[in-house]
């Protein structure tokens, strides 16, 4: 599993892929060249292409790479303590659930570190389903990006939420945070968030968990839900459980295994990275791309929310 994790993360890292950095006019790009080519039927063209939320009760339907979501509730841009980020992605939408847990981790935030509130990266489209561009989760609202750089204390404007950068936290040779710009504070961040009942995971690059491993103290629980996982070096990654009630419509994950994840998994995680990176690159043509998802991929309800009016 871990191998295979890795494997679409390093297709993902030598197409260039840094979402959490890229701007308005460079997402625009992106979007413009693949609508240019992608099949009417392709399901990231029709989700991708709907501005507002479906007029349900909310669901959460489906996995979280394969699925869409009703009854969204949108993040509001701008809170007591944070700020959502490239505001002309419209991808602050989430499941009400989740919508909440966000707000309550960056209520904690300021209390904890000190700064004044957090950065809300990507969570989900408004009607889930996959995205034209970035992401193969975040489809059934359950999944949020947080920016691991602090929010600032003037607030930010529309014009720099979609161009100012994000912070690599990860130092050149990726097998250890970068001191310059990790602290105490993206730690307490991470551990609060991992400590919500309803997390059941949290995704940061194998060198940010090398740090966290590090400075995690006595009380190591909550590190077993924090996996590595390639990119993640800008942002972590919040995925919370099914909601109850969801019933057999949403695949929940599998509970995180024991222990604190900081022995041979998080070596063996830095080893492949450290290669993929630094290592050979192999010669011959990059393999063909998968074609992308169809609706008739996705769970039958995602038609009855792709349609709602």
Known sequence: MILRSLIIAITLFSCGVSHAQETQSEEAAKRAELLRTLPDNAAKRL?????????????????????????????????????VMRLSRNRNWGHPQLIRTLETL??????????PGILVGDISQPRGGPMLTGHASHQIGLDADVWLTPKPEQPLSKAQRE????????NASWMDVDRAHWTPGQTAMIRAAAQLPNVA????????????CREAGSNRAWLSKVRPMWGHNYHFHIRIACPAGSGEACEDQAPPPDGDGCGKELSDWLALQHKALFGPKK???????????????????????????
Do not use: H
Not at 53 to 80: F, H, M, N, Q, T
Not at 106 to 115: E, F, I, S
Not at 203 to 212: H, M, Q, T
Not at 292 to 298: F, G, R
């Open 201 to 212: 995971r949290i995704f940061v690059n194998p060198a940010i968990k090398v740090g966290l």
């Open 47 to 83: 989700f991708g292409g709907v501005s507002n939320a479906a007029p349900l009760e909310a669901r959460a339907i489906g996995s979280y790479a394969k699925g869409c979501l009703a009854g969204a509730s949108a993040l509001p841009v701008d809170g007591e303590s944070w700020q």
């Open 163 to 170: 161009t100012m950068p994000a912070t690599n936290m990860v």
């Open 283 to 309: 010669d011959g043509p990059p393999s063909r791309p998968k074609p992308p998802m169809t609706l008739d991929a996705l769970p039958d309800a995602c038609r009855e929310v792709l349609v709602a009016r």
């Open 106 to 115: 960056a209520r904690q935030v300021p209390k904890l570190t000190g700064w």
